[in-house]
């Protein structure tokens, strides 16, 4: 019977310790892309910090950003350029009618554009020399935000960036 008994409480364990490690696993080994477009998805998992919800009109998914948005890529050794596809809808909703854009990698920023009209931009620049790892921090850093209803285009009191249609690694 002593031996039913450590029989029992090791399967116990057994399954409690592949539980834990499922867990852990879920949690810490997610698959990620190496590319976000979001007409194709919210991408919920990967974004970090300072997004909007997905937005999904005719013409593809997109999501507002806020004065800094950050989204983690998986890191593609045969990739080597980050781009971002966003769009300015209104250049006149931002202080001055200009934008500045950093499109940014762990922090450090590989390219930076000035904006004075509106359109659909790429912004394009390089991977940083010498970085490692399994993922990186994308950021699309902006100089400034604009809330529709205090300038008059309706009730929307979000702060917002502009609009991202995708973000990636490319080659």
Do not use: C
Not at 58 to 87: E, M
Not at 99 to 123: E, R, W, Y
């Amino acid at each position: 019977m002593k031996n039913l008994f450590i029989f029992l409480g090791a399967m116990l364990l057994g399954a409690m310790l592949f539980e834990l490690g499922k867990t852990y696993y879920t949690e810490h080994f997610r698959n990620i892309s190496p590319y976000i477009d979001f007409a194709k998805g919210g991408y919920d998992d990967q974004l970090v910090s300072g997004w909007y919800t997905r937005e999904t009109p005719a013409t593809g998914g997109f999501r507002w950003t806020g004065k800094k948005a950050v989204a983690r890529l998986a890191l593609d050794p045969g990739l080597k350029h980050i781009v971002a596809s966003v769009y300015i809808h209104d250049i006149t909703a931002y202080k001055d009618s200009s934008l500045d854009v950093d499109l940014q990698v762990n922090d450090q920023t590989v390219k930076s554009a000035h904006f004075v009209q509106p359109g659909l931009f790429k912004i394009e620049g390089p991977l940083p020399h010498g970085i490692s790892g399994s993922e990186i921090n994308a950021a699309v850093s902006l100089s400034k935000i604009f809330v529709p209803a205090e300038i008059g285009r309706g009730d929307d009191q979000r702060q917002l960036g502009l609009v991202v249609t995708s973000l990636g690694l490319v080659n």
